[in-house]
């Protein structure tokens, strides 16, 4: 059985950085794709970034040039290093990875989500 746990949420003031991390445990796997998403109070889960295996990674319009995407392979984490952050980046933000078994192929998996809070 593989998990994701998320660290690294909190709350912060409008301006400053937080920096999230999510750890992949388990045995026999493989990482495809990994990403981050949120969801605010009432709206839908959106995504924020994107980072494949090889380290290629997209950000939503909302957060480029604010937020970076990385992943230490060796580890199985992703990271995500979020700067000037604003109260709308107030969310719940969810860990994603496309994962490969012996018993499944790249199947989602989600962490059980970190509260990031900004205040103005």
């Known amino acids: 059985q593989v998990q994701l746990v998320e660290s690294g949420g909190g709350l912060v003031q409008a301006g400053g950085s937080l920096r999230l991390s999510c750890a992949a445990s388990g045995s026999d796997f493989s990482i495809n794709r990994m990403a981050w998403y949120r969801q605010a109070p009432g709206k839908q889960r959106d995504l924020v970034a994107t980072?494949?295996?090889?380290?290629?990674?997209n950000y939503a319009d909302s957060v480029k040039g604010r937020f970076t995407i990385s992943r230490d392979n060796a580890k199985n984490t992703v990271y995500l290093q979020m700067t000037n952050l604003k109260p709308e980046d107030t969310a719940v933000y969810y860990c994603?990875?496309?994962?490969?078994?012996?018993?499944?192929?790249?199947?989602?998996?989600w962490g059980q989500g970190t509260q990031v809070t900004v205040s103005s």
């Open positions: 994603n990875a496309e994962i490969s078994t012996t018993y499944s192929w790249r199947h989602q998996y």
């Open positions: 980072i494949t295996d090889g380290g290629t990674a």
